[in-house]
């Protein structure tokens, strides 16, 4: 059925109420008629071990070795003294990192309690990964190299259906790491040594860390308070790593998709107030919640650089994660996928959220994730903190100088 949506800024969007289904399939939803649970407020797995598959473990290393090849890229590679992981969950990228010998001494903090997995369990898991990986990838090189005409049906299956943790990482994280992702086995138990139950905020800021990450936790925090609570747990020289699901990509972590492309984004809050009420009146309240709780700065690549100079963590790099296909596995289409589809629309969409986030740029759309490494300077003033950074003997001399000052050219 043909409609329109007319913003409290006067713009007019036209849609169709079938359309929902490109964007996101109905089972992916928690309303709509979808069967799913409303995310990020449903605490009933919190304490609940279970347990851990290789899927799920694929996707838990591949986020732990996103920061492996950040550090290897920049120069920064080795063994940390120690580690905090802040809204660790069940530690097992903390665990991950310890195990590999990325960290002497883990810590992990969360306000939830949630049992860790047996380090034994995590141990045999990295073992399989690694073997099946390395065997698929040779397979997946091998049968490439055959005409498509010539394959057989097993052939055609492990090119063309078979996931490695190499081909997850590419779709995922949109880059190749190469073989790299194989070499890191466990060489110390992969566990936390401190699970502490308790806000960040409230840690001790005289104890000092060397290397402090958060996997998807940002969007949890008010970004200026936790970047600066980041800047004060730091020690000189420190290194923060941070992976954050992109808010205004096109199906973010709220797991609301609309009528029309970045429905969820590109309408004010008192405006998707309103279309969730008229449309979805029997999930409008959690909708509603979701959209004004969850990452309430709605920060862009660019704000997480900025306010993160503000607070004396110069950025050395990121990568813009963006995924290689049109849809999500799961289904709906990804940015790229509504950027081919609404190609003319593009301009009217970035206009439409300017108006309430003057600083928005189409990039901004494209991202999936916020893949970030900040070094800690001491200096929260953004020229003196770069040139103090960029000063260091340590840093001039490698590829952190010239990343840093990539960064800065291209942002500010």
């Known amino acids: 059925m043909k409609k329109t949506f007319t913003t409290s800024y006067g713009d007019t969007i036209h849609f169709d109420t079938d359309d929902i289904e490109v964007y996101a399939r109905r089972d992916n939803l928690f309303y709509n008629g979808g069967p799913k649970r409303p995310p990020l407020f449903d605490e009933s797995s919190a304490s609940t071990l279970g347990g851990i598959s290789y899927a799920h ?25 120690n580690l905090l992981d802040i809204g660790c969950g069940q530690g097992i990228q ?31 898991l990295h073992r399989k990964l690694r073997t099946v990986g390395r065997l ?40 190749d790491p190469g073989s790299d992702i194989y070499k890191h086995p466990m060489t110390a138990t992969p566990e936390l040594d401190e699970h502490l139950v308790q806000s960040v905020f409230d840690l001790d800021e005289s104890r000092k860390f060397d290397l402090i990450t958060s996997f998807n936790a940002m969007g949890y925090f008010d970004l ?32 609301m998709a609309g ?43 660019h704000d997480y650089l900025e306010k993160g100079l503000a607070h004396g963590l110069v950025p050395i790099k990121f990568d813009y994660c963006n995924l290689p296909s049109d849809e999500y596995s799961f289904g709906g289409l990804t940015p790229l996928g509504i950027l081919k589809r609404h190609a003319g629309e593009l301009d009217e969409i970035v206009a439409q959220v300017q108006r309430f986030k003057s600083n928005f740029r189409l990039v901004d759309l494209t991202n999936h994730y916020h ?5 800690r300077t001491g200096s929260t003033n953004t020229a003196a903190g770069f040139e103090q950074a960029a000063g260091a003997e340590e840093y001039r001399e490698g590829l952190i100088y010239k990343s840093m000052k990539g960064v800065w050219k291209k942002f500010f």
């Open 57 to 81: 473990y694929q996707t838990r290393y591949a986020r732990a070795y996103s920061l492996v090849k950040m550090l290897k890229d920049t120069n920064l590679y080795g063994a940390y003294d």
């Open 94 to 124: 903390p665990a991950i990192l310890r195990g590999i010998g990325v960290a002497r001494y883990a810590t992990g903090v969360d306000i939830r309690h949630s049992e860790q997995y047996p380090p034994r369990a995590i141990k045999k």
């Open 136 to 175: 698929l990838d040779g397979l997946k090189a091998r049968y490439r190299a055959v005409p498509q005409e010539k394959r057989n049906a097993f052939q055609n299956t492990i090119v063309n259906n078979v996931t490695t943790l190499r081909s997850f990482y590419i779709n995922e994280y949109g880059s």
């Open 224 to 255: 200026d308070s936790i970047l600066s609570k980041v800047g004060n747990l730091l020690g000189d020289n420190g290194a923060f790593y941070m992976v954050a699901a992109n808010w205004w990509r096109a199906f973010n972590p709220t797991w």
């Open 259 to 301: 009528h029309f492309p970045f429905a969820a984004q590109r309408l004010s809050t008192p405006d998707f107030a309103r279309y969730a009420r008229e449309h979805f009146p029997d999930d409008a309240d959690v909708m509603i919640r979701l959209h004004e709780e969850f990452e309430p700065d709605r920060p862009t690549l």
């Open 371 to 375: 893949s970030i490494l900040f070094v």
